[in-house]
């Protein structure tokens, strides 16, 4: 079965940096484009990144643009996104999810917390 | 970038009740490239419905989307009670893939 486990969350300073990863299984991952969405606590959705299958295509929200960079690595299964410069405005649970059109398979997330 | 508004805020209904939902778009939703999503407390998004109309793998029947263009919506025909929790549409026609602020349907 599908299966998106993220990882690398935790507590950093402001200015900070921090590189989550999301291990894939259960599909042909270097099949499919793959999102990051993140969600500050008590808040909606927010979309963030999206990469292509192949690594080629790469789209960023203008909150994180230049600041967070977003990569894979289709012999590992592996998805992960690079942030650099963090803000207090950064803090979120981050999810990774599978892009088939639509986010058909969500993994449960990593909390990113940014703190002065 | 498309804007997606949803309405109501909250729900608040009984079990065996009717939701609808509402989301509408600043901007034309081509193809009706439109997603709904639930999201219980705790846990990550489900994919409800994609392409506006269409059930994703395992939903029940009671979900359905309807909609085109600007204007969409989510009807659960009889509520359960394991589907109170907060839904999302989503768009994603553009590069942007925005998200609506949700819709909490709690019970009443």
């Known amino acids: 079965q599908v299966q998106l486990v993220e990882s690398g969350g935790g507590v950093v300073k402001t200015g900070g940096s921090l590189r989550l990863s999301c291990a894939a299984s259960?599909?042909?991952?270097?099949?499919?484009?793959m999102s990051w969405i993140r969600q500050a606590p008590g808040k909606g959705l927010e979309w963030v990144s999206y990469?292509?299958?192949?690594?080629?295509?790469?789209y960023y929200a203008d909150s994180v643009k230049g600041r967070f960079t977003m990569s894979r690595d289709n012999a590992k299964n592996s998805l992960y996104l690079q942030m650099n410069s963090l803000r207090a405005e950064d803090t979120a649970v981050y999810y990774c999810a599978r892009e088939n059109w639509s986010l058909d398979y969500w993994g449960q997330g990593t909390l990113v917390t940014v703190s002065s | 970038e498309i804007v997606l508004t949803q309405s109501p805020g909250t729900l608040s209904l009984s079990p065996g009740e009717r939701a609808t939902l509402s989301c509408r778009a600043s901007l034309s939703v081509s193809n009706n490239y439109l997603a709904w999503y639930q999201q219980k407390p705790g846990q990550a998004p489900r994919l409800l419905i994609y392409?506006?109309?269409s059930r994703a793998t395992g939903i029940p029947d009671r979900f359905s989307g309807s909609g085109s263009g600007t204007d969409f919506t989510l009807t659960i025909s009889r509520l359960e009670p394991e589907d109170f929790a907060v839904y999302y549409c989503q768009q994603y026609v553009t590069s942007g893939k925005t998200f609506g602020q949700g819709t909490k349907v709690d019970i009443k």
């Open positions: 259960g599909f042909t991952f270097s099949g499919y484009y």
């Open positions: 990469i292509s299958n192949s690594g080629d295509i790469i």
């Open positions: 392409g506006a109309s």
